[in-house]
């Protein structure tokens, strides 16, 4: 790691920069956009007319498979502002928080998850990073158990309903700014960070990490990271949250049987210890003629053995 001085600038013994991982979320750590996946929970809720919802979905698969250049995404931006313009930030809130199981369960990405788990382990700090609102991103990077968001701010008014405009646009090179803040801010060296993404729009987020990692890219994107030697990865096992059961690694596995197998040969041989040596064939006679006596000895004292 690199070592900075609280200025950024001249390094000094005693002070070392964190290392982060910063991973987009649609088609990287979900398959699919996010704000599309809530479609349903907003249609039950009365948010959204059918038209609308499927508009969204038609969109959705835009993006599948064409991807999502600046033009597109300025486009799906605009209609999303048109449409919540009016909606009460706390209830797409308590929607989000009611219906995220539901929605997001079967679309994680089971490599994503992996991915993010690696990097806490190794001690580097996980970032979401989506052009998604945060009153979306920020309970789902909770139940992902991920450190921290950069997410897109919608404007709200003073009755705390959506204005129709935003106070930052996490998108493109506006990502790449709050990730230099937050480097700035935590003490993050982005030279020895990693970034995640599938969309050629974060082309900017992807150069400006030290090990850009490319997801089941668009083709621009994918263009763009064969000319640049940019790792490619492919993630298709979308997987539910409660189906990962913590298992053991070989070393734990090796632990956990020696210390059962040690406490198993302690407890053998406490009980050879405490148990008595098994009497001889003389010594078990002898306990049965001692029996007999007491149990055949008349009130004089004297003793009369019964006939077999």
């Known amino acids: 790691m690199t070592t900075f001085t609280d200025k950024g600038q001249i390094p000094f013994v005693g002070w070392t920069a964190m290392e982060a991982a910063f991973f987009d979320l649609d088609k990287t750590v979900i398959a699919r956009a996010s704000m599309v996946a809530f479609g349903k929970p907003l249609y039950r809720a009365g948010l959204l007319s059918r038209w609308l919802l499927l508009r969204a979905l038609y969109g959705q698969l835009v993006y599948l498979y064409l991807g999502a250049d600046e033009a597109r995404m300025a486009k799906m931006r605009e209609a999303a502002l048109r449409v919540t313009a009016g909606w009460s930030r706390d209830h797409i809130r308590s929607l989000v928080r009611e219906t995220l199981e539901e929605v997001i369960e079967p679309i994680i990405y089971e490599e994503a998850l992996d991915l993010i788990r690696f990097h806490q382990g190794e001690g580097r700090k996980v970032f979401i990073v989506s052009a998604s609102p945060e009153e979306i991103v920020d309970p789902l990077a909770h139940y992902l158990g991920v450190d921290d968001v950069i997410a897109t701010r919608p404007k709200v008014d003073e009755h705390g309903r959506y204005s129709g405009g935003v106070d930052f646009y996490s998108y493109g090179p506006t990502k790449v700014v709050a990730m230099q803040e937050a480097a700035e801010r935590d003490g993050i060296d982005l030279a020895a960070s990693y970034a995640y993404s599938d969309s050629i729009t974060d082309e900017p987020m992807l150069a400006a990490v030290g090990h850009p990692v490319v997801v089941n890219p668009d083709r621009a994107l994918a263009r763009v990271a064969a000319e ?21 690694t070989p070393g734990q596995t090796a632990a956990i049987s020696g210390g059962l197998a040690a406490i198993v040969a302690g407890v053998v041989v406490f009980w050879l210890l405490r148990r008595e040596p098994e009497p ?11 029996a007999r006596t007491r149990r055949t000895a008349r009130p004089g004292g004297r003793t009369a053995l019964r006939r077999r």
């Open 228 to 248: 640049r030697d940019w790792e490619v990865r492919i993630f298709e096992r979308p997987v539910k949250m409660r189906d990962r059961v913590s298992m053991p």
């Open 280 to 290: 001889s064939r003389q010594e078990r006679w002898q306990r049965a003629i001692r």
